[in-house]
């Protein structure tokens, strides 16, 4: 019986049409990141990891060690974020998928999109500045 509801059911599951990922505001963008540090993948591999502190404050690093401290703000439905070896804004939109955070740089389709990555059971790591020679 369930096979045959089920059968019924397709032609207008098929005729719906899907659902767009709705970008993230700054209030929804700051309960889901603060107090977080997330390990981002971008094609398959490590990409960086963020940790997210309060006032909108972030510290980043590509995975090796050298961390970039830094703010983000919302500006035109993007989260835009600024860091201490950078003048410019990196701005992002950031939308919930099934398995945690997806950021597509610029809302270009055609630009660099991060996914949130599984639980890589590591620490951020943050070597301390440069001393000597």
Partial sequence: MRLVHLILSLPLLLATPPVSAQSLTAE?????????TLFYGFDGTAYGVERYLEGRRVIWSFLDGDCKKGVWYEEQGQICFLY??????QCWTFTRGPNGLVARFENDPEATELYEAEDMDEEMVCYGPDVGV
């Fill in 84 to 89: 201490e070896d950078r003048l410019d804004p």
């Fill in 28 to 36: 929804a963008f700051d309960t889901y990141t603060r107090g977080k």
